[in-house]
């Protein structure tokens, strides 16, 4: 374990073509024949990854939130009431759109795109949020508190706190606050208390330390909505299967529009909330394969965000993931451009399907990832997100390798409104 | 016996003492040890300095920052912890802090240190009962304690689990929240106390929020050992290299209170 693997160079990505699976996936069809959807076992590990790391004080807590997970899954009330406020609130199902000028450009695969950024609060993160406050008033619980790094799940979550008239406490890294003020600002309109966490780098790695903190002090009466699919068991199969209504929708739509499921799913992964959303409901599908694009930053061999491409597996925030490190185990920053990406882990899941071999995982630097967010804005009149950006590079580099025939749908999980001040100063250009 | 249980047989309670190995330097270190032992600690914890901290409050997490700072490593914490058993073959030392740097190098490597280091014990705070596979057999195979902790929220169905494959000693947490923080009232120490002691075989310890000699006096009339951290951790702050004097004040104190709290049949 002390000797790290050289790292891949940053970009370089597979050929896909229509035939000859990968040996290594038929040899893991082999070891679990009945499903990949199947995850985690009953002490929430996916294969080696997973688990409960956390503090004694907040164990009975996790243990409890489990078993009400388990009863809200059974209670059709529950679901009813989350699908209800999924379809008037968020204004879901969310469009499946096929881009035919990015297609013609990049002249291969059909580009599709799974328009999660039209949702309630410009991003996938609201399925999520909906989703565990209905848990937290199933508990019982009068006080929400929830980290986040580029604002997105902090929106959402003042969001639903509003909607349903409870306190909120938002950690956010000092360094974040100051380069996502508007985020800030919308957060203090919803009626969210913002606390600037001035430890460690100031990210969001540390914004999630502060809530853990919180959490630990407020136990009795304070829900923690983790905002992606990682975290202490169950967070990460109830985040999964709150964000899997992208893949269950998308999967349908794409049968009732073309009659044929896509070949292959991009999706970017900072934790890895909107890619296993979108991947979920399709891991049995074997004809359909899968791509997690995660930030490279400045580079592989640079600073950067990727923790599958550049870290090994290790225990942070109550899971074993890959994470960014050193031999000592020290967590190291990370870095991309976006900062929704911008975290040293993964969710275990994908951690999991990586080993097993189930998806293939690539990454992108800060520069394609700009180039993507223009590519896309100028053949589609989309406007994305830096962090879809970085599926919309990979998807550029991996669609003119496949036949036109063939079916891309990528997820583009957020609008771009909140980048645009990044992007304008990262090209130069002063507003 | 070993130096943990002689620790707690010495017919008064044990003043278990806590600061974060490397802070301010990996050097500097020793001369804070010593001065413990010197001031009447029973137990020595040695912090094994952290990136994240989460379990701790804002003096520990710059303890642990500062320590990085310094470039201590986990081989500066093992030189610290074998000098620290030559120089003081009696006095037990146990090692405090997260999973992942515990386990990096695989469980049995650090439990293989850990006996050649001379190490009592060990504290991880984010390895709770349902993951002990990651820790626990390795250490217990090794002859070294893991030593568990158990908070406000551990019920009465929880405990045995926690005590399950524990030695040394039970480390109760007596707030939910995070280290240096406020104490709990005395009643409900005094109550949980109790009731864990009805189950365990093991000395109970008690800590989290107790800075004084008053405080730590109070929680030695009904536990076998009272820990205390961020007390010292902020006289390390103030007097860096220099903090040996203070600290060594500081243990004589809280020692005369917890040793005379109570005085049993040994």
Avoid at chain 1, 171 to 182: H, L, S, W, Y
Avoid at chain 2, 76 to 95: K, Y
Wanted: include cysteine; glycine fraction near 10%; charged fraction near 20%.
């Amino acid at each position: 374990m002390q000797h790290r693997p050289p790292a891949p160079k940053a970009g370089t990505l597979q050929i896909w073509t229509s035939a000859a699976p990968s040996a290594k996936r038929g040899a893991m069809n082999a070891q679990t024949p009945n499903s990949f959807r199947n995850q985690p076992d009953d002490r929430g590990h996916f294969g080696q990854f997973g688990g409960r790391y956390v503090a004694e004080t907040l164990m009975p807590l996790i243990l409890d939130l489990e078993a009400e997970y388990r009863k809200a899954k059974a209670d059709p009330a529950f679901q009813a009431e989350f699908d209800d406020l999924l379809e008037h609130y968020v204004g879901r199902p969310s469009p499946l759109y096929f881009a035919p000028r990015l297609t013609e450009e990049l002249g291969g695969a059909q580009v599709w795109f799974k328009r999660d950024e039209l949702n309630h609060t410009g991003a996938h993160k609201i399925n999520n949020c909906i989703g565990q406050i209905l848990l937290a008033m199933r508990m019982g619980k009068t006080r929400i508190i929830a980290e986040t790094g580029a604002g997105q799940h902090g929106v959402a979550t003042a969001t639903v706190c509003a909607r349903f008239g409870l306190p909120c406490v938002i950690f956010m890294g000092a360094t974040d606050v100051e380069r996502q003020k508007p985020n800030v600002f919308r957060m203090k309109l919803l009626g969210a208390e913002v606390v600037p966490v001035t430890a460690g780098a100031g990210t969001l790695k540390d914004a999630m330390n502060e809530a853990l903190r919180d959490w630990v002090a407020n136990v009795h009466n304070t829900f923690y909505i983790i905002g992606t699919a990682a975290g202490p068991h169950p967070y990460p199969e109830l985040v999964r299967d709150f964000q899997s209504v992208i893949g269950k929708e998308a999967r349908a739509q794409m049968l009732s529009r073309i009659g044929r499921l896509p070949d292959l799913l991009v999706a970017a992964i900072g934790g890895g909330s909107n890619a296993i959303g979108l991947f979920h409901p399709f891991l049995d599908d074997e004809s359909v394969r899968m791509l997690g694009v995660e930030a490279a930053g400045h580079g592989l061999d640079k600073e950067h965000a990727a923790s599958l491409a550049g870290g090994r597996p290790g225990i942070l925030h109550g899971n074993k993931t890959y994470l960014l490190q050193d031999d000592d185990g020290q967590i190291l920053e990370g870095h991309s451009i976006s900062a929704g990406l911008d975290y040293p882990g993964i969710g275990p899941e994908h951690s999991w399907l990586k080993e097993i071999g189930r998806v293939d995982y690539t990454s992108v630097t800060d520069k394609e990832a700009l180039d993507g967010f223009q590519l896309l804005c100028r053949t589609e009149g989309i406007i994305p997100a830096l962090e879809p950006a970085h599926a919309i590079a990979a998807v550029k580099k991996v669609a003119p390798t496949m036949g036109k025939d063939q079916i891309i749908l990528a997820n583009l999980c957020g609008r771009g409104d909140k980048d645009i001040f990044s992007v304008a100063e990262h090209l130069g250009v002063s507003l | 016996m070993t130096r943990l249980s002689n620790a707690f047989a010495k017919g008064s309670p044990a003043l278990v003492t806590f600061v974060t190995g490397g802070d301010p330097t990996p050097d500097a270190t020793a001369s804070i040890l010593d001065a413990l032992v010197e001031g009447g600690a029973d137990v020595i914890e040695l912090g094994m300095p952290f990136t994240d901290p989460m379990a701790d409050g804002p003096a520990i997490q710059l303890a642990n920052l500062r320590a990085l700072g310094a470039g201590t490593t986990t081989a500066d914490i093992f030189r610290i912890a074998a000098a620290f058993r030559a120089r003081h073959p009696e006095v037990p030392l146990v090692l405090m802090g997260y999973a992942n740097p515990m386990t990096i190098r695989g469980a049995d490597w650090y439990a293989a240190e850990c006996v050649k280091a001379g190490v009592d014990g060990v504290i991880c705070v984010d390895i709770p009962p349902e993951e002990d596979p990651e820790l626990g057999p390795a250490l217990r195979d090794a002859g070294v304690s893991l030593i568990r902790l158990a908070t406000p929220t551990t019920d009465h169905a929880r405990l045995p689990a926690v005590l399950e494959g524990s030695s040394g000693f039970l480390y109760y947490v007596s707030v939910a929240g995070i280290t240096g923080m406020q104490q709990a009232a005395q009643a409900s120490i005094d109550e949980a106390v109790a009731r864990i002691k009805a189950s365990a075989t093991i000395p109970v310890a008690v800590g989290f929020g107790v800075r004084t000699p008053e405080q730590a006096g109070a929680i030695a009339k009904v536990a076998d050992g009272v820990v205390v951290g961020s007390a010292f951790i902020d006289l390390v702050a103030k007097h860096g290299a220099d903090a040996a004097g203070p600290v060594k004040e500081l243990t004589a104190a809280l020692a005369a209170a917890v040793h005379s709290a109570r005085k049993e049949i040994a």
